[in-house]
């Protein structure tokens, strides 16, 4: 059972990644989540997407995410090349 989706083939290289926040950042944690995108969904959600260097890197970003307090919705893998914009 092996979805590219779920998990990686080439841990060697950064992999793309979606995460879904509940409630807006505002512009001040941009630097905090430097090389990642963020998007303002008119829904009130937060999107934070970007390449993610290894699994360490994706725990450290979950560990910003929960010190802002804002509720984790999703972390998707969108797979190890960048995505289409």
């Known amino acids: 059972m ?19 926040l509940t409630g807006h950042l505002d512009d001040r944690w941009t630097g905090w989540f430097d090389g990642l995108t963020i998007t303002l969904e008119d829904n009130g959600d937060t999107l934070l997407t970007g390449p993610v260097v290894d699994q360490a890197a994706l725990h450290g970003l979950l560990k910003k995410v929960r010190d802002l307090g804002l509720p984790l919705q999703s972390v998707t893998y969108l797979g190890s090349e960048r995505p289409a914009a």
């Open 2 to 20: 092996n979805d590219s989706r779920t998990s990686p083939a080439n841990h060697g290289e950064p992999g793309y990644y979606e995460i879904r």
